[in-house]
Structure formats: structure tokens, C-alpha cells
């Protein structure tokens, strides 16, 4: 167990864990998100507001183009994030931090985006695609929007875990005068992340299929965090000393918890695995991921996507210059 003087691990030790959750419903919504684009007049783009940079897919940038869009960060009610940080982050873009359990902060999204088609004239109304990662909130976004805007009851199945949506919907009304309509989109992963802690993320905030990565192994980089947010161990002390060992903890947690064999052994994989789901659905309180207390982040993150894109592309014509 912990001692006085606990000092939290700086880093995590890269596990082995699949690179990418693209599935083939993911390749058809792409496809089809092309196809109805030249009909779109504005992108709500989903984020994760847990997860900010993680739940980020750079392959809606050229799906978007030149396309008006609104970044809409999902969750507030669960992130730790301090909405100062987005003010920094998107000083010169638009963004929203909502919580779809509250119509106040998804009316100010109609206000915003209202304003951004203000010039466009049109007798169909303004037609909306939201797109983003699995998991983040969009249908539930969609189903606030609709009830805080018209009054009616939710159009879009939702779900705790990714995947509730496979299919593009048809359009939805979200508002009247102005008419709003609002396309929902299954969620799109990224073909392959960068790096094992950017899957570690997803599976933690239920953006993938969390049976794709050990429980265990979720819980220990869930642990890691939390200690990187409060060193001393103040979110989970209600279970645990501040601790860097995974076994010691869950250990703890199943006695507190009475999750214990028949012979009195603790469950330490149904241990991991209800821990961290009651952190997924916000029970043991806020999280955040990523590098969210830093205001150059967000920039940092872009100019590496870009330079992993320039050496993939230098490999790529490597490759072909050798076939040739």
C-alpha cells in the first residue's frame, strides 16, 4: 500500500492494445457523409469534453472542407476540463460546451449557429450534419436539441456504449423560424490511432468497444490519471490509500465493495471492470484526459498530426519509388 510522501507515476508504460476500432459501418458513413455534404450548410462537430484531443478524428477535416462548422463539446456535466482552457484552445473558431441534460447551453448552439448562416437566404431552412467519434453525445445532443427547440420527444436512439448508431438518419427538426434541420451520423473512428495511451483514453470514456482492451489494464491507466489530477489520491480515497499499484487498489476496492468470491478471494477483474464503468458513467465523479491544462495544446496536437501525415505520406512515395 501507499505511504506517506506517495509521489504518482509520470508516465505509463505502453501495454499492448489494438491500434484501431475501424469498422466497415465506420468506411460506409464516411462515404455517405461525402455525398451529403454539398448539401450541408453547417458541421456540428463532436467532441468528448473528457477527452478533448483523443475524441478528435482528423478525418472529418476533409469531409468538412470550407464548410461552416461549430465544435461541440459534449459531456460538460462529466469533464474536469476548465471551460478556460476551450476559450484558449479556439480563440478563432466556434465551439460549444453543452450538457444534453440542460437545454439552456444547447439553445445557446441554435444562437450560434443561426448566426453563422445569418446571410444565407433559403426556403428549405438551414440543414445541419452532426458529425464525431462513437460515443460522444451526438444523438443525445440531437434529442436536446429537438425537445429544447420543438418540444417533441427524442429522434435518435442512444446508448452507453459505441455504436448505438450504424446508419445516417434523415433529417430532423430541431427548430422552427428559422427551420433547422439536423442529419445524425453513425460515429467514425479513426483508421488507426497514434499512440497506445490515445486507446487506453477511448476505451476508458466507452469511445470504442471497451472489450477490447483488458479490464485490468483499463483500470491501471484510469489510476494513473486520476493521480495525475489529484496526487493525492483525494477521487478515490473512499477505496484506497493514494497508490500506483492497480492490484493493491482493486484489491482494497473489492473489500469496500463486497465484491468478493465464495472463499473470500477478491474479484479483482470484476473489480476493474466496475470501477472504471463507474467512472465512464460519471458515479465516481469528473475526469479529464489528454493534455487539458495546457493552452497551447491544442495547437501542439494539430502540428503533430500534421507532421505524422508528412512522414507517412514521405513513406508512402518511398514505397512506390522502390516498386518501381
Known sequence: MATAGFIPRTCFPAPTVPRAYFLGHHAKAIRKMRELTAEIDLIYEVRDARAPLSTRNMVFDSIIGAKPRVVVYTKKDLSAVNPDIFRAWHSRERYCVVNTHDHTSVRRLVSVSKELCSNRESFSGLRVMIMGMPNVGKSSLLNTLRHAGVGRRKAAKTGALAGVTRNISSYVKIHEEPDIFVYDTPGVSLPKTINA???????????????????????????????????????????????????????????????????????????????????????????????????????????AQDERRRKERGQQSDQKFRVA
Not at 470504442?208 to 477521487?235: E, M, R
Open 197 to 303: 495511451e490515445t486507446m487506453l483514453t477511448l476505451s476508458t470514456i466507452g469511445s470504442i468497444n471497451v472489450g477490447l482492451i483488458d479490464p485490468t489494464i483499463q483500470a491501471d491507466y484510469l489510476l494513473y490519471q486520476l493521480n495525475l489530477v489529484n496526487p493525492d489520491g483525494s477521487l478515490y480515497n473512499k477505496y484506497s490509500p493514494p497508490t500506483n499499484d492497480v492490484e493493491d487498489f482493486l484489491t482494497s476496492y473489492c473489500i469496500r465493495m463486497h465484491r468478493l468470491s465464495k472463499r473470500g478471494y477478491p474479484d479483482l477483474l470484476g473489480a476493474a471492470a466496475h470501477w472504471v464503468d463507474r467512472w465512464r458513467k460519471g458515479l465516481e465523479g469528473k475526469i479529464a484526459f489528454d493534455d487539458f491544462r495546457n493552452p497551447n495544446a491544442y495547437k501542439e496536437w494539430e502540428a
